[in-house]
């Protein structure tokens, strides 16, 4: 043990005669020493509760914020599913009114075109004129 004093006080010197700066001990840096309990560091409680404070009701609004987008989109979805399905059933309910339209078009085209076609037309024709003109 003294001859590592002696080796160090050896160092010392030889680094001051060569003007080197000293490499500084662990302990000076502040490594294995409590921070809390060292002279130069006191604690600074105040200023670490305020700044938990502020950040922890920072996080409860982001939370609560967060939640409530959660909850936004999902009635959104819910929303954008009911009007998809409403837009599927009007499509459907469109097709098939074309479809009965076509369908009453052609039946309406074929006894008209049997009103004026075929055996007796003109007869049918003088009839219904001869009707109007009694009437009025």
Not at 66 to 84: C, K, M, R, V, W
Not at 120 to 136: H, L, M, V
């Amino acid at each position: 043990m003294e001859e590592e004093e002696a080796e160090d006080a050896d160092r010392r010197q030889r680094q001051e005669e060569l003007g080197r700066p000293r490499t500084p001990r662990l302990p000076s840096l502040g490594v294995g020493v409590d921070l809390f309990t060292d002279a130069k560091h006191p604690p600074q409680y105040a200023q670490s509760a305020e700044l938990l404070d502020a950040l922890n009701s920072r996080l409860l609004l982001l939370s609560n914020q967060f939640e409530s987008f959660i909850t936004l989109t999902t009635s959104l979805q819910a929303q954008h599913d009911a009007a998809q399905s409403t837009i599927l059933n009007l499509q459907a309910k469109v097709v098939e009114l074309e479809d009965r339209v076509k369908t009453v078009g052609s039946g309406v085209a074929c006894a008209r075109s049997d009103l004026w076609s075929g055996p007796g037309w003109p007869r049918r024709a003088r009839n219904g004129r001869g009707k109007q003109n009694r009437s009025t």
